[in-house]
């Protein structure tokens, strides 16, 4: 009886299944899905069948030897069966036995270690190409999710993506790993023996089978009731974590009103409504558990007793009785997990399918012009020179970001953007590096449609530093040089972050520029990343630079220093400026003042400001600032 | 820092210390404790009784009487019955058993968290401490009923199997247990090497998800640098290295499981060899009692297994377990001394004092020396100055968030540590820069300063700083769920609600952190008229970032480097042109900037539309 092994699983579910959020995919969808991911790994999966059947062959041999010898020794031998006799007989014969006991005893031994290797065997076999598929998936998973059109990432929340390339893979990981060799095992485990059953008596074998459909349905009807109480086991432990993210996130105002006991208060309901989920979940466990072994005990009893009954009529050996006892406990306990493993195959596979679903989403280089269409920017030293034309872009089905917008930039120009948030400022470099594409107009680059530039050349060359810039959980140096092919020398890199103003505070670190950032790491302030994020774009030495709000986190001194450093740089590089502050703009060859989507003014900074507009009211705050303090200290003197 | 960023399973020692605050939280559920360990000795028994049984069933078969048979069948299917019977209850008492441990945990561990000083979550990620509550609890609570009940049923198996053998025939029980060492060692062996893949592979898989999580956040700057090679082959690493160790463990187990039915099944066919030969001798051994040794052997694989898997499952978990007894044995930094007495009740505060106060976070970094400053009843001090000059930290000081390095803090002559904490804690109203609101109504947020405050108080608060209007415009009025977080309300209307909930609380003492983000003219006008309000005869501190809230104040403090750099009021302070000035037409300038650039806010363009009809119903 193997008990303790059915036990300890009776408590895994609880941590084990997931129930994920209403599967549209269904299971034939996850199934044809598994059989493609298979696919270069299904001979091996095929190995791992054989293996099973050679292990439950040979399990189901071993009872046969002592079977043998009982009916054959201590019985009437001509009563014994034909098999019993053919055993025996290939074993030496009935008299050599009787002085070779260890015979049969090494007989046994070696059928198990068989069966043993078999069983090593398919493990290798399954869980090898299990693991290998996994590792795949982990890998496309990756590659394409990152290589995804930012409009399709936009769409798709992204812990909702995590969890896709973390739980659904590990599901499908453990689907291909346990729970498909599992039913192959527990149907091999019930097949296997069926002919051996009937070969030596065929009224226990039907006996013996009995029970196996009433426990199947029992099994699956009973994981597939519990399925709701999953869900809101769920539920409850979601809305404790959320209880607790709440309190930890406000533990400064919790203390300020002095709140402890309240806060304990709520949390003993919200932890208790968990428990009692949990606890429900149990008493499901409880009832399943015990009610399915009284279903196999069941089994065990009508074996047991048409056996005895049979025995003591005189038309069954003891040692086929033997055989009937042992095989019954083998196959039961396998046979009661086939329907609870039926039952989550079908959640499995429908995880598998969002997985599928992803991978059919197109990468950004699907949609790109075949190679030979596309244009490859060279690596030069010469700037970018750019053109919009009656540009458009709005967001699929929403408002006009960008309305008719054209300017001509020539190369190794700066261009300054300037407007309220939402006016488009941003969209522009977007459109630029490809994250979208324009909804009408052209734009070209240095004579070619964007459309048909090689995105990675475009890119390649352009030195961006986002709004929120981004730093690799990794080693400063290695931030400064990520996106780099070539290496990089420590000169430049040290030139970059000098001109970004953040040497000095990299070498203040006891690892300077060891140092690790990110979340097992140092934690840089706003502005220090956003400095070592224009290090990064500058260490590029590229043709297009891009700073969007780059500086907004530096102060005012700092900013004008790296200003400073990038007009001395005195490269032929095109410069595209975005910020709130005119400082950083004023000295640019061409400045946009943009409002919702459309272009208000342009012109260059001693244009803008002779003419009323948007770039004078801005300019003037600075003076209004010192008007109202004179009028201010001219009440005081009064 | 270290206990955050120290790997998950780096140290897998065993140490049972670890463990004790979780058992004895186990053992408290007397009943279920008992009711598990009772069912699994039952069910050892059974287990042991039915190979007793089938062979008694084999003689009496062998015998052909259908009289004694009966019987005997029916004593063996009425086992089956107590064995269910004991299967329900050892589940039921474990599902007991761990939920409540788990909910008792979590509750001590929330509680104690509720204790601590601000500085102990300066340097835990919330999220880190949040899986502290939620995984870590249920990881090792889950495990303490499996392990109490195989702690019973291994102990009594082994027990009966053994002694019923022995009673039964010592030669045969010697034969049957020849296998016993041997699984053993063997599983001590495995384990060593199951229990290191494990961890590596775990270790792996949590590397993994940060790796795609850290790919999603920097999407946008991958492409931009064009890196997506780069990305890919330092993920491909990890995935290898993944493929390696969880391929190894399952290798190892494919190895070690075999092993055991081997070592169990050679017991069983080497008493067969030993064992035939005595039935055919006739020397008391009779078929039935061959065949139920047989079946002990197989038996012994079990306990074996069960235990060395238990063994692992505790390694595991043991490093989930010291961070919870860890968390439970630390002692709150900022705590009442034992001789702390309440000062006469509704005394009046007078006055708040720094004296000579000096404070750092880290010791090489001194934010605050030789501080001294006083405010008294009924007036506002605005702290004015440059990001990291220390104006967050006085205000942390004063409302013993943080206590001084050197130096006291007192009101009334009185050190702010011979106070009682609740005490103080009562006296003081904070409003944080950045509103935090529960997820829960309007008006409960609002009651969250005075827990018995009449709905009509709250009302009356709301309408002091003018939260009132855009509260009855809402939906549900003060019946508003505000989401979590107080997401479904726009920042200033945090901002108002939290406002009403200083107010409602009515302290002698008020720190405000002026909010930097930038709203519109039209709330923020609103808004000052609640601060107003709020701020008025209180000794009030506020770190001031709007000019309307600096140009009120009583007194201003130009707080840099740690230091009083300037002090007086508004006119006294531009007069003498110095650091004051400079900040001040800084801010001027950055306050026009964000009202011309951010009016068109599509969020704060409906603020507007809801507060400024709100203003009108006023007048």
């Known amino acids: 009886m193997s008990e303790p092994e059915d036990r300890s699983n009776s408590n895994k579910p609880a941590d084990a299944q997931k129930p994920k959020s209403p599967p549209t995919p269904t299971t034939l969808h996850g199934l044809r899905a598994v059989w493609r991911f298979a696919d270069g790994e299904r001979r091996a999966f095929a190995a791992a069948v054989v293996a099973l059947f050679f292990a439950a062959g040979c399990l189901y041999l071993v009872p046969l030897v002592p079977q043998s010898i009982f009916d054959t020794m201590f019985g009437e031998t001509a009563k014994a069966s034909a098999l019993s006799r053919r055993i025996v007989e290939a074993l030496g014969g009935l008299d050599t036995l009787r002085d070779r006991l260890w015979l049969p005893a090494l007989v046994m031994i070696l059928l198990t270690a068989l069966s043993g290797v078999a069983i090593h065997l398919k493990t290798r076999f399954a869980a090898g190409a299990a693991e290998r598929i996994a590792r795949r998936m982990r890998d496309r998973m990756y590659d394409h ?43 091999l485990m019930m097949l296997v023996p069926l002919p051996l059953m009937a070969a030596l008596d065929w009224r226990m074998a039907l006996a013996s089978v009995v029970c196996v459909p009433v426990m199947l349905l029992f099994t699956a009807v009973s994981f597939h009731r519990m399925g709701p109480d999953f869900g809101k086991k769920e539920t409850a432990e979601a809305r404790m974590t959320a209880k607790v993210q709440e309190n930890l996130t406000g533990i400064r105002t919790v203390r300020a009103f002095g709140r402890a006991a309240f806060e304990n208060a709520r949390f003993a309901e919200s932890s208790a409504a968990y428990r009692e989920s949990d606890a429900l979940l149990f008493r499901h466990y409880a009832r399943f558990w015990s009610t399915s072994d009284l279903l196999c005990f069941t089994q065990m009893v009508i074996v047991v007793s048409l056996g005895a009954v049979l025995v003591a009529r005189g038309s069954l ?62 690596a030069t030293e010469r700037g970018l020179a750019l053109r919009f034309d009656r540009v458009s872009f709005a967001y699929r089905g929403g408002p006009t970001v960008l309305d008719g917008l054209s300017f001509e930039l020539a190369a190794g120009q700066t261009l300054g953007l300037v407007g309220p948030s ?46 929120q810039p ?22 430049a890199v040290v030139a970059a972050t000098q001109s970004a103003c953040i040497h000095e505070s990299i070498v203040a670190f006891p690892e300077r520029y060891e140092t690790v950032v990110g979340e097992k790491g140092l934690t840089l302030s706003g502005g220090q990343r956003q400095r070592v994020a224009i290090a990064r774009a500058l260490v590029r030495a590229p ?88 009028e201010t200290l001219e009440e005081v003197d009064v | 820092m270290s206990e955050v960023h120290a790997h998950d399973d780096s140290r897998a020692r065993f140490s049972l210390r670890v463990w004790q605050p979780i058992v004895t939280r186990a053992l408290s559920n007397h009943r279920a404790v008992a009711a598990l360990l009772i069912a699994g000795i039952i069910v050892a028994g059974i287990e042991t009784a039915l190979p007793l049984l089938v062979g008694r069933i084999v003689d009496e078969a062998r015998k052909g009487s259908d009289a004694e048979l009966l019987p005997v069948l029916i004593l063996y299917a009425s086992v089956f019955i107590g064995f269910a019977a004991g299967v329900w209850i050892f589940i039921a008492a474990a599902g007991i058993v761990a939920t409540r441990t788990a909910d ?19 340097v835990r990620p919330t999220g880190w401490l949040v899986s502290r509550l939620t995984s870590d609890c249920s990881k090792v609570s889950g495990m303490m009923p499996w392990c109490m009940l195989d702690f019973s049923w291994c102990t009594a198996i082994v027990l009966g199997v053994t002694v019923t053998m022995f009673v039964t025939n010592a030669r045969l029980a010697l034969w049957a247990l020849c296998a016993v060492p041997v699984m053993t060692l063997l599983s001590v062996v495995f384990q060593r090497f199951m229990i290191r893949a494990g961890r590596e592979a775990r270790r792996l898989a949590s590397a993994m998800t940060a790796a795609y999580g850290e790919m999603l956040l920097g999407a946008r700057t991958t492409k931009t640098l064009a890196r997506e090679e780069a990305n890919l082959s330092e993920f491909q690493g990890l995935s290898r290295e993944m493929n390696f160790w969880s391929l190894r463990g399952a290798v190892l187990s494919s190895v070690y499981v075999p092993l055991i039915s081997m070592l169990a099944a050679s017991a069983g066919a080497v008493l067969l060899w030993r064992g035939a030969g005595d039935v055919l001798a ?159 109504t309007v008006r409960e947020n609002i009651r969250y300063g005075r827990l018995d405050a009449s709905d009509e108080e709250i009302e009356r608060a709301a309408q002091r700083v003018k939260a009132h209007g855009f509260i009855t415009a809402l939906e549900k009025q003060y019946e508003t769920e505000v989401g979590e977080g107080g997401e479904r309300l726009s920042t200033g209307q945090r901002q108002l609600v939290a406002l009403a909930r200083a107010v409602l609380r009515d302290p002698q003492i008020l720190v405000m952190d002026e909010a930097t983000s930038s709203i519109d003219t039209a709330t923020e006008r609103l808004v000052q008229a609640g601060v107003e309000e709020v701020l008025r005869g209180r000794i009030a501190f506020v770190v001031a970032h709007r000019l309307s809230t600096i140009r ?34 800084n801010q001027f300038a950055a306050d026009r900037e964000r009202a011309l650039l951010h009016l068109k806010d599509a969020a704060t363009q409906q603020t507007v539309a809801s507060l400024v009809g709100e203003s009108q119903d006023d007048e």
């Open chain 2, 282 to 440: 006739g020397e008391g051994v009779t078929l039935g009692t061959l065949i139920a040794f047989m079946q002990f052997a197989a038996l012994f694989a079990q306990p074996v297994q069960e235990l060395s898997q238990r063994f692992a499952d505790i390694l595991n978990a043991s490093s989930a377990a010291e961070r919870i007894a860890s968390l439970l044995a630390t002692e709150p930094a900022i705590a009442d001394r034992p001789d702390v007495k309440a000062p006469r009740e509704l005394a009046r505060i007078e006055e708040l004092r720094f004296d000579a106060v000096d404070f750092w976070y880290r010791p090489d970094v001194p934010v605050l020396q030789q501080f001294s400053l006083r405010a008294t009843r009924g007036q506002t001090i605005a702290l004015v100055g440059s990001t990291g000059g220390g104006k967050t930290t006085i205000v942390s000081l004063a409302t013993r968030f943080y206590e001084p390095r050197a130096g006291r803090i007192t009101i009334d002559g009185v050190d702010l540590r011979d106070l009682p904490l609740s005490w103080f804690t009562e006296q003081i109203g904070i409003v944080p820069q950045v509103a935090h609101l529960f997820a829960g």
């Open chain 1, 543 to 630: 043709r297009l630079l891009i700073l969007d709000d780059a500086l907004s986190a530096v102060d005012m001194h700092t900013e004008s220093s790296i200003l400073g450093a990038l007009s001395a740089a005195r490269t032929a590089q095109t410069r595209i400026i975005i910020s709130h502050r005119l400082s950083a703009v004023m000295d640019a060859d061409l400045i946009l003042v943009l409002d919702e989507g459309r272009l208000l003014q342009r012109g260059t900074h001693a244009e803008l400001i002779a003419v009323d507009g948007l770039y004078r009211t801005l300019w003037e705050i600075q003076h209004l600032a010192e008007r109202d303090l004179t």
């Open chain 2, 104 to 122: 008792r945990l979590r509750c001590d561990c929330f509680a104690k968290l509720q204790e601590l000083e601000p500085a102990y979550f300066d």
């Open chain 1, 470 to 491: 981004f730093l690799y959980s990794k080693k400063l140096r290695d931030n400064i040089v990520a996106g780099m092919n070539a290496v990089t020398t420590e000169d």
């Open chain 1, 317 to 378: 050996e003891t040692g086929a009785y033997f055989y009937f006892l042992t095989v019954v406990s083998l196959f039961i306990w396998p046979v009661r997990m086939l329907g609870r493993m039926v039952v989550e195959s079908g959640k499995a596979l429908a995880a598998v399918a969002r997985l599928d679903e992803i991978l059919a989403k197109k990468e950004e280089r699907d949609l790109d012009p075949p190679a030979t269409e596309r244009v490859e920017l060279p």
């Open chain 2, 552 to 585: 009120s104040a009583d007194a201003i403090l130009v707080i840099e480097a740690g230091r009083i750099a300037e002090q007086g009021t508004h006119k006294e302070l531009l007069a003498r042109r110095g650091r004051y000035w400079e900040l001040y037409t």
């Open chain 1, 422 to 467: 939402g006016a488009g400022k941003t969209t522009i470099v977007q459109l630029l590096l490809r994250f979208h594409e324009p909804t009408a107009g052209s734009i070209t680059v240095d004579g070619h449609p964007l459309a048909r530039v090689d995105r990675a050349s475009m890119r390649r060359l352009t030195g961006t530093v986002l709004q």
């Open chain 1, 145 to 187: 999710v990152q290589r995804l059109p930012c409009d399709t990432l936009d769409e798709i929340p992204s812990g909702d993506l995590l969890q896709r390339c973390t739980s659904d893979i590990e599901t499908l990981r453990t689907f291909l790993n346990s729970q498909a060799p599992e039913i192959c095992r527990a149907l």
